[in-house]
């Protein structure tokens, strides 16, 4: 039998990285990320408009984080964290996100680690957590 969540206790954030001051724009991303917010947030969809936030272009891993920090915390049924963008690899081949001021010359300090992101998902009181990356290398967020 499937289940869908329960819209009062879930949570997701979209997050896409389209237009970047360095890396290769990815046009589609901006495109993609109101389509797929209205999927999930339609009367129908398994999460509620005020539930399901997306920010296209974020200024700062920051704005990312605290976000997506939010949404684990108010999370009880299911944490719904998608990402579409470049995927980057620091100096150590740890997985950072891109935001639009990322240098892959300087990885640590410009996109955000996706350990944030785990770190989130591993503290919230959501049954089920979901991650979708969309993005080269996301292979290593799970150690692969």
Known sequence: ???LPCPEGSRAVLIGASTFHILEDLPSVQA???ALRSLLAASTGPFHTRHCSSLIDPASAR???VAIRHAAKEATDTLLIYYAG???L??????HLAIPDSDPSSVHDTALPYEWIRRAISTTGASRRIVIL???YSA???GA
Do not use: W
Not at 90 to 95: H, I, K, N, P, V
């Open 1 to 3: 039998m499937i289940q």
């Open 140 to 142: 290593r967020a799970f």
């Open 63 to 65: 704005e990312v984080s």
């Open 32 to 34: 993609n990320l109101p």
């Open 90 to 95: 620091d100096d150590r081949g740890e997985l």
């Open 134 to 136: 969309d993005c080269c």
């Open 86 to 88: 470049h995927g980057l």
